[in-house]
Every structure is written in structure tokens, then in C-alpha cells.
């Protein structure tokens, strides 16, 4: 049976697809809500097609693709957008054309016609983005007040211009609308996330974290993990520069 690769970031909504695919004749490959999946299971048995459902954390979804065109030895699977929000929908269309962009019925009409691809096309990766201040993509807008914990020395180079009026706080007196936490060992993250959890309830929280540190324990699935231990979810991501890398939480409802 042709397999497939699911990537969809809400176990319980996956379920439904899964077993429609699976109706369908496909074997269905899906790593679960908590990660983006193994690559090293990709490269070793490469599926017919890779579907990224966009109804959820599109930032996700967005941050798959780009991954997979910048791998060589992925590149060439065809990718399989399903549903979305149009307006989102088309930015991605933009970076990614030659993607195959459906509907869920449509989907097995459109898996049929997916065929390698020779010559992909190789969307802007997160942290090669130029159309985006690093203010912007973190929700730093005209007049916001920005609460800092633990941040480098050099946050300021690291944040770049900030808009009009925007300011950022070290040890603000009250609690900000927005909170960009640097953390850098999984125990002091670990100990603080209560913490920040009560903050949570008027602010929304990026933890930003440094690339490339698996040896460290603080992986984007520890993030994440520890955090929905907690009661916090993450719905967008967000490469900050080409040291610190980011996601934004909320409470869970």
C-alpha cells in the first residue's frame, strides 16, 4: 500500500483523517502532535507524499515545508497542503507554488496525481525570511511594552529596529501583554514554567531558546512537553536570529 506522512498538530483531530486515508488504501505515517517527526524516518523509507494540515498552527506547517525543500535529501517529496485559512493559504502558496493545495474532499483525488518532484522549488526558510522585521514576527507592534526575562547581553542586536514607540522591560511592575522568556538548561526552564504559567493568563508568552543544543536537552519537543505539563500550548513558531529560535504559548483551554 502507498504510505503517506501526516503532519498534524492535534492528535485527537488527526484521527478522523488517519482513518479515512487508511479507507482509502494508504498507510499512514503520523509522529503525533508533539513534534514535527523524524527526518531520519523520511530519508530511509521516503513516503508518496507528505500532507501538512494547515487548520491548525500553520506556522507549523509552513516551518515543515520550508525544512523539508532545504533537504537535500528530502527536496523531492511531494508536499500536500489540506484546508486553512484562505489568506494564510496564500502565503504559503506564494513561497511554495509548485505544492499541491486541497481540500479533505479532495484529498485521495489529489494524492492520486502527486508524482516526485524533479526540479522543487526551495521556499525561504524561517531564519532566511527578509519580507519580516524579527519584531514583527514576534507581535512587537507601534507602542508595545515588551517584558524581558533572562535575556542576553546582546538582545537588543538580537531584536533588532523595534517599532515606533515600542519599549522593552527587564522588571516591569505589572504584568506585559507580550513576554519574550530566553531560556538555556531544561532544569531552570523546567522549575520557572509555573511561574510564567500565571503570567500567562495576561500575556502571551514566546520562549526563546538556542538552535542546534540537543546535547543540552532543551529540544523544541522538551519546550513543548514541559510546558503542556503545565497547561500551555504553542501555536506559532518563530526563528528569531541564527543563534535563538522561539515559540509562542497560551493556556490551554
Given amino acids: ?18 482513518a479515512a486515508l487508511r479507507a482509502d488504501g494508504y498507510t499512514v505515517d503520523y509522529p503525533g502532535d508533539k513534534a514535527n517527526g523524524s527526518w531520519r524516518s523520511l530519508r530511509q523509507n521516503p513516503p508518496v507524499a507528505a500532507i501538512i494540515d494547515l487548520t491548525r498552527l500553520p506556522s507549523h506547517g509552513r ?7 532545504a533537504t537535500k535529501s528530502l527536496r523531492h517529496i511531494p508536499i500536500v497542503f489540506l484546508d486553512g485559512n484562505p489568506e494564510k493559504v496564500e502565503r504559503i502558496r506564494r513561497d511554495l507554488p509548485d505544492a499541491v493545495y486541497t481540500s479533505r474532499s479532495g484529498l485521495i483525488s489529489a494524492l492520486k496525481r502527486v508524482k516526485p518532484l524533479s526540479a522543487p522549488v526551495a521556499a525561504p526558510r524561517m531564519m532566511d525570511r527578509t519580507d519580516r522585521t524579527t519584531a514583527e514576527k514576534l507581535g512587537i507592534k507601534t507602542g508595545s511594552r515588551v517584558a524581558l526575562i533572562d535575556p542576553p547581553a546582546d538582545y537588543a542586536r538580537v531584536l ?23 531560556v538555556r538548561d531544561p532544569d531552570g526552564y523546567a522549575a520557572a514554567l509555573p511561574g510564567i504559567r500565571r503570567c500567562s493568563i495576561k500575556s ?3 520562549i526563546i531558546y538556542p538552535k542546534g543544543r540537543p546535547a543540552s536537552g532543551l529540544t523544541q519537543s522538551f519546550i513543548r512537553e514541559a510546558a503542556l505539563s503545565v497547561g500551555l500550548v504553542d501555536y506559532k513558531i518563530c526563528s528569531v536570529n541564527e543563534v535563538w529560535t522561539g515559540l509562542l504559548f497560551t493556556r490551554k483551554k
Avoid: C, N
Fill in 204 to 206: 502571551r508568552i514566546w
Fill in 63 to 69: 516551518y515543515v515545508a520550508a525544512e523539508m525543500r
Fill in 160 to 182: 533588532g529596529k523595534l517599532p515606533k514607540d515600542a519599549s522593552l522591560e527587564e522588571q516591569p511592575d505589572e504584568i506585559l501583554p507580550l513576554t519574550l522568556w530566553f
Fill in 1 to 18: 500500500m502507498p504510505r503517506v506522512r501526516l503532519f498534524h498538530w492535534r492528535a485527537e483531530e488527526a484521527r478522523t483523517l488517519i
